[in-house]
């Protein structure tokens, strides 16, 4: 039994309270509301992180089960949308064989 309550209690939330409730202001700004409307044509949608402070808080308070499903959960949602976006620039895998060459500045083309 007292393995488990050890392991339960070696969990953190990935972030700390405050971090959720700093997203969520930053998310409820109008300069971001404006920028997200300008980039995306939408509003943001903020509440994730607000539930997401409330079950931070709670799992703080009471070591809640369902509060750390729910950080979990939310935090793999987010991972998974980062991963959907496919890179602009392709990566390399060595740099340029010419790499240590100067540039061609104030060369003419």
Excluded: I
Excluded at 26 to 31: F, G, M, R, T
Excluded at 64 to 72: G, H
């Amino acid at each position: 039994m007292h393995a488990m309550a050890g392991s339960g209690a070696l969990w953190r939330p990935p972030r700390t309270c405050e971090d959720y409730w700093s997203e969520f202001r930053h998310c409820k700004s109008l300069s971001n509301r404006f920028h997200h409307y300008y980039t995306f044509g939408t509003h943001p949608t903020c509440e994730q992180w607000k539930e997401d402070y409330g079950n931070c808080k709670e799992w703080e308070k009471s070591h809640s089960s369902q509060a750390k499903e729910a950080l979990r959960e939310s935090e793999g949602s987010r991972v998974a949308e980062q991963r959907k976006f496919t890179p602009v620039w392709e990566l390399r895998k060595e740099p340029p064989r010419d790499w240590h060459m100067p540039l061609n500045q104030g060369k003419d083309s």
